[in-house]
Nanobody, 113 residues
Framework: VQLVESGGGLVQAGGSLSLSCAAS????????MGWYRQAPGKQRELVAM???????NYADSVKGRFTISRDNAKNTVYLQMNSLKPEDTAVYYC????????WGKGTLVIVSS
C-alpha cells in the first residue's frame, strides 16, 4: 500500500495551495480518506475527511477555507487550502481507513506571515 502526498510548499499568508494524495495497493473507493497535519511540537490532528460515500467533515479551524474532495477513478484525494494562515504550517499527511489504517509520508506546508 502506498499513499503519496504532493503539492506542499511555501506560500504567503492569504495564499492557496492544493494537496494531492495518490493511493495504490488498496481498493480506493471503499476507504474513508483523510488529511491530518502535525505542526512542530504538536500532536497530529485531523484536518478533513471524506467518507467512501462522499460525506465530508472538517476541523473547526479550517472550515470555510479548506475543501476535501476525492476522485475514485484516479485513486486520489485532494485538499484545496485557501486563505492560508501561518498557523496552518505543518506536515500534512494523507490517511486511508477501513479495516486497516494507512498513512503517507507527508508533505510540508509553510505559510509565511
Amino acid at each position: 500500500v502506498q499513499l503519496v502526498e504532493s503539492g506542499g510548499g511555501l506560500v504567503q499568508a492569504g495564499g492557496s495551495l492544493s494537496l494531492s494524495c495518490a493511493a495504490s495497493g488498496i481498493i480506493f473507493s471503499i476507504h474513508d480518506m483523510g488529511w491530518y497535519r502535525q505542526a512542530p511540537g504538536k500532536q497530529r490532528e485531523l484536518v478533513a475527511m471524506i467518507t467512501r460515500g462522499g460525506i465530508t467533515n472538517y476541523a473547526d479551524s479550517v472550515k470555510g477555507r479548506f475543501t476535501i474532495s476525492r476522485d475514485n477513478a484516479k485513486n486520489t484525494v485532494y485538499l484545496q487550502m485557501n486563505s492560508l494562515k501561518p498557523e496552518d504550517t505543518a506536515v500534512y499527511y494523507c490517511n486511508a481507513a477501513r479495516l486497516d489504517v494507512y498513512w503517507g509520508k507527508g508533505t510540508l506546508v509553510i505559510v509565511s506571515s
